[in-house]
C-alpha cells in the first residue's frame, strides 16, 4: 500500500468550541510533525460532538462516535491529548477510551482486532503533576483495544503548580516540549510504515 500514512488527534478539552484550548494547540503540533513525516492528520475535538455514555460502536439517539470511530478506523497514528483535572486525564478522556472499549470485541476479515498495526501517542497537559501517570493510564488503555505504543512518545507540559498560565498562553513553545514533539512523530512515523509493511499475524 503506497498511500499516505494518516493520523487522528482527538483533543478532549474540556472547552467547547470556539475556546481556545492548550489540547488542541499541542494537538496541532503533534500533527504538523507529523506531517514533516509524510503523514496527513484531522483533528476532533470531542468535547463538541454528542459521544453517548456507554461501551458499544453505536449507542443510538443521536450518538456521533459513529462517524469518529470510522476516523479511527481508518488512520494510522492516533494522538490523544487530554489537560490534567484534579492530577487526572480529562472526563471528556474517559468517555473516548469507553468508547474504544467497543474495539475489544470487533475484528478484521483475518480475525485480528481492529485497531492491531496502528499506534499511538499521547500529550497531557496541565498546571499541577499527574502527566506520567496520566500517559501510563492512556498507553495502557490504548494498548489493550491494540495500539502499539513508539518508544518516547508521551509528550507533556505541566505549568507551575495552582498557577493560572496555561500551555497556549506561553510566548513560545518550550526547548524539551518541542524535542518531545519532534520524538514523538518520528517514531510514531517510523513504527506505523513497519506495521502496514508487516502486519501483525493473525492467530
Known amino acids: 500500500m503506497n498511500s499516505p500514512l494518516t493520523a487522528l488527534a482527538i483533543s478532549c ?3 467547547p468550541s470556539p475556546a481556545e484550548s492548550s489540547s ?8 504538523d510533525a507529523l506531517a ?3 503523514v496527513t492528520g484531522d483533528l476532533v475535538r470531542a468535547v463538541d460532538l454528542d459521544l453517548s455514555p456507554g461501551v458499544e460502536k453505536d449507542m443510538g439517539g443521536g450518538d456521533q462516535w ?3 470511530r470510522r476516523k479511527v478506523l481508518e488512520a494510522d497514528i492516533l494522538v490523544f491529548v487530554t489537560p490534567t483535572w484534579m492530577g487526572q486525564h480529562s472526563s471528556v478522556a474517559q468517555r473516548v477510551l469507553e468508547r474504544l472499549d467497543a474495539e475489544l470485541g470487533e475484528t ?8 492491531f498495526d496502528k499506534v499511538a501517542i499521547a500529550g497531557v497537559l ?3 503533576d499527574g502527566a506520567h501517570h496520566i500517559s501510563a493510564i492512556l498507553f495502557q488503555a490504548l494498548n489493550d483495544v491494540g495500539y502499539t505504543i513508539p518508544a518516547q512518545t508521551s509528550v507533556y507540559w ?11 498562553d506561553l510566548d513560545e513553545t518550550p526547548e524539551a516540549v518541542s524535542s518531545a514533539i519532534a520524538t514523538a512523530a518520528r517514531n510514531a512515523a517510523h513504527l506505523a510504515r513497519q506495521l502496514r ?3 501483525y499475524p493473525a492467530g
Open 13 to 15: 478539552t474540556l472547552k
Open 36 to 38: 514533516g513525516h509524510g
Open 66 to 68: 459513529p462517524s469518529v
Open 108 to 115: 478484521d476479515a483475518r480475525g485480528r482486532p481492529t485497531l
Open 158 to 168: 505541566n505549568g507551575e503548580a495552582m498557577q493560572t498560565v496555561d500551555y497556549k
Open 24 to 31: 488542541d494547540l499541542l494537538a496541532r503540533q503533534l500533527l
Open 126 to 128: 496541565g498546571n499541577e
Open 197 to 199: 509493511a508487516q502486519e
